[in-house]
């Protein structure tokens, strides 16, 4: 499943959904995401992305993490517009036969979605704005597949 919606979700109820239609796998790995404030000054960020662009990217990502690592299912959703400091930003989870492949994957597909899915950040914060631009250490991690 994927999902790129600007309504907040309960990352515990996606998870139970996703954990019962699994089958038999033997491992689910989970990774939720919230809105950082490291400066403590933060209003809110601003999530904006190309409908339609962004599903046909993300999608083709699961996609070669559903190949790559044997998925029996995966599951990403984002969210765009004005979150605030720690709302829910996005998940993603997946399933496979064994730990590790669940592990791979799930990192995998966040490493992508940190550095190079079609989302555009600015921290709105009471001292300025700014555009979030990717960081050389996201860049590096997604080279390491």
Request: with cysteine; hydrophobic share 45%.
């Amino acid at each position: 499943m994927l999902a790129v919606q600007s309504a907040a979700f309960d990352p515990g109820q996606v998870l139970n959904e996703f954990t019962a239609k699994v089958g038999n796998s033997g491992a689910v790995v989970s990774f939720t995401g919230l809105v950082r404030d490291d400066t403590g000054d933060l209003k809110h960020m601003q999530i904006e992305h190309y409908p339609g662009m962004t599903e046909k990217a993300i999608g083709a990502m699961m996609d070669k993490a559903q190949a790559r690592w044997n998925l029996t299912e995966c599951t990403v959703i984002h969210r765009y517009g004005e979150l605030a400091p720690n709302e829910v930003i996005m998940m993603v989870a997946t399933a496979a036969s064994h730990r590790v492949e669940a592990f791979e994957a799930a990192d995998y597909l966040m490493d992508y979605l940190k550095s190079c899915a079609p989302f555009w950040k600015k921290e709105v914060s009471h001292s300025g704005d700014i555009w979030v631009a990717s960081k050389q250490a996201d860049e590096e991690a997604l080279n390491r597949w």
